[in-house]
């Protein structure tokens, strides 16, 4: 049996990046509301809360979401499109990855009973850290809400994980998709880690170390094998192979967006 060495933590947010959709706009379906993403640029535009924690925000405050309880979000969560082959992903990396361990957590902004019932079968609860409310113990209606693992908060899971865990800052790989991830990437990249954002956001990708597009929950496989423990292409398919993968393209690629235009003609009097 093979040797474990090396100890990685892989962190993911959740919300569109292991799911096609937005938990919030999942739960505004289910309660009927119709404005859920005006009011979520209204609060980005107050600069009323950090961004990330905008669903736990209008869950405590909004009218329109007055009366949510546990079963509201669960259902959320069951109604979430998770993307393609993550129980894949979770497996694989539970297995180990080149002879090196990887410890799996979702850290998300998300309720964390969304993030625990979309996942429900995946990821062990306890491998799921996401914003935590307060329950009425009566009425079982939000009343409070303890802590938002969005921004900063994301930060200081990492930080006790990884404290937890016993896993030095240059092994900690953290992919996410949206500007809520912007504070937790800057952290990871300053402690030498490894970060991936799986979208097109651009501020995101001025700061993550790769971005990898997919539908597929397994594609951030490749740049950690690739640029994490850094195997060659051929093991790299290989491995991929034989958990039922096939990588039909890989198109590595760094676009650099350049804005230039002509300078005005020298004044005939500066020349002189």
């Not at 979309?118 to 491998?127: K, Q, R, S, Y």
């Amino acid at each position: 049996m093979r040797t474990l060495t090396r100890h990685y933590l892989l962190a993911s947010d959740f919300d569109q990046t292991l799911s096609f959709h937005d938990s919030g706009h999942v739960l505004a379906e289910l309660l009927g509301v119709r404005d859920f993403e005006q009011k979520v640029a209204g609060l980005a535009h107050s600069n009323l809360v950090q961004q990330g924690g905008e669903l736990a925000y209008l869950i405590r405050h909004d009218p329109d979401f007055r009366g949510v309880r546990r079963e509201h979000l669960a259902e959320a969560g069951r109604r979430v499109r998770l993307k393609a082959a993550l129980p894949t992903l979770v497996q694989t990396l539970g297995a180990g990855l080149d002879g090196c361990r990887f410890s799996f957590f979702v850290v998300s902004a998300a309720p964390r009973e969304v993030v625990v019932s979309a996942l429900d079968g995946i990821v062990p609860p306890e491998n799921i850290y996401g914003t935590e409310l307060d329950y009425d113990p009566q009425s079982g209606e939000v009343r409070a809400i303890k802590r938002v693992a969005a921004g900063y908060g994301k930060v200081a899971v990492i930080d006790e994980l990884s404290q937890w865990l016993g896993i030095v800052s240059d092994r900690v790989i953290y992919v996410g998709d949206g500007s809520s991830d912007i504070h937790v990437m800057l952290h990871v990249n300053h402690g030498d880690g490894f970060t991936i954002a799986v979208s097109e956001n651009r501020q995101l990708a001025r700061i993550a170390k790769c971005t990898v597009l997919s539908d597929n929950a397994c594609s951030i496989l490749v740049p950690v094998l690739d640029q994490v423990l850094g195997m060659r292409v051929p093991a790299i398919r290989q491995l991929l192979e034989s958990v039922g993968l096939v990588l039909d393209d890989w198109e590595r690629a760094r676009t650099d967006r350049v804005m230039m235009r002509e300078a005005p003609p020298a004044s005939p009097l500066a020349a002189g």
